[in-house]
C-alpha cells in the first residue's frame, strides 16, 4: 500500500498486478490505516492472507500497459520468469494529503478515547479534522507526520526538511 497516487507503466515483459479497494476493510482496517499514517515511519510493507486475494482485482501488464493504483489501495506485484521492467509515477495531491491528517487526527482521537468516524463517511467532520489536525501539528502539540523511507532525504535535498 502507498500513501500517493500511482501510475505503473510496463515497459519490458509482464507482470501480474493484484489491487485491493481501498475501502476494504476486510484487507485493511481503519485502525491500520491509522497506524500507517501515525506510526513512528511508514511502512509499505503489509500483512497479507491467501484468503485475501479472491477479493483483488488482477491485471496481466504487458509492454505498453499502464494501471492507476489509488492512493491506499492495497496491491502486490508478481514477476514473471522474464526480466520485467516497469517505471512507477507516484504523486501526492492536496486530497491524498488532507486523507492522511485525517487518520492521523483520528489516532490521536483514538488515544483520547473516542471512537472516531472513519474517514470518507462525512466530508465535513474530514475537513474539520485535517484543518484541526494541522492547527494542532503548526502549534506544535502534535509530532510531525512520518516520512517513507526515502523522502527524508528528498525533502532534506530540497531543503523542506
Request: proline residues 6%; glycine residues 6%.
Given at each position: 500500500?502507498?500513501?500517493e497516487v500511482?501510475?505503473?507503466?510496463q515497459?519490458?515483459?509482464?507482470?501480474?498486478v493484484?489491487v485491493?479497494?481501498?475501502?476494504?476493510a476486510?484487507?485493511?482496517?481503519?485502525?491500520?490505516?491509522e497506524?500507517y499514517f501515525?506510526?513512528?515511519?511508514?511502512?509499505?510493507n503489509?500483512?497479507?492472507?491467501e484468503?485475501?486475494?479472491?477479493?483483488?482485482t488482477?491485471?496481466e501488464?504487458?509492454e505498453g500497459h499502464g494501471?492507476?493504483?489509488?492512493?491506499?489501495?492495497?496491491?502486490?506485484?508478481?514477476?514473471?520468469d522474464?526480466?520485467?521492467?516497469?517505471?512507477?509515477?507516484s504523486?501526492?495531491t492536496r486530497?491524498?494529503l488532507a486523507?492522511?491528517?485525517?487518520?492521523r487526527m483520528?489516532?490521536?482521537l483514538?488515544?483520547?478515547?473516542?471512537?472516531?468516524?472513519?474517514w470518507?463517511?462525512?466530508?465535513?467532520?474530514?475537513r474539520?479534522?485535517?484543518?484541526?489536525?494541522r492547527?494542532?501539528?503548526?502549534?506544535h502539540?502534535?509530532?510531525?507526520?512520518p516520512v517513507?523511507a526515502?523522502e527524508?532525504?528528498?525533502?532534506r535535498?530540497?531543503?523542506?526538511?
Open positions: 500500500m502507498d500513501h500511482n501510475f505503473l507503466l515497459l519490458r515483459g509482464a507482470q501480474t493484484s485491493f479497494k481501498a475501502d476494504d476486510a484487507v485493511l482496517s481503519e485502525e491500520e490505516l497506524q501515525s506510526g513512528p515511519a511508514i511502512h509499505r503489509m500483512r497479507f492472507a484468503a485475501y486475494q479472491e477479493r483483488a488482477v491485471f501488464l504487458r494501471l492507476h493504483i489509488p492512493t491506499t489501495a492495497p496491491h502486490w506485484v508478481k514477476h514473471g522474464t526480466v520485467s521492467i516497469s517505471f512507477s509515477a504523486f501526492k486530497a491524498s486523507r492522511g491528517d485525517v487518520y483520528n489516532a490521536v483514538r488515544q483520547l478515547g473516542v471512537e472516531p468516524l472513519p470518507n463517511r462525512s466530508p465535513a467532520r474530514d474539520i479534522k485535517h484543518h484541526a489536525y492547527a494542532l501539528r503548526r502549534a502539540w502534535l509530532p510531525r507526520p517513507a526515502g527524508a532525504d528528498a525533502s535535498a530540497h531543503g523542506n526538511a
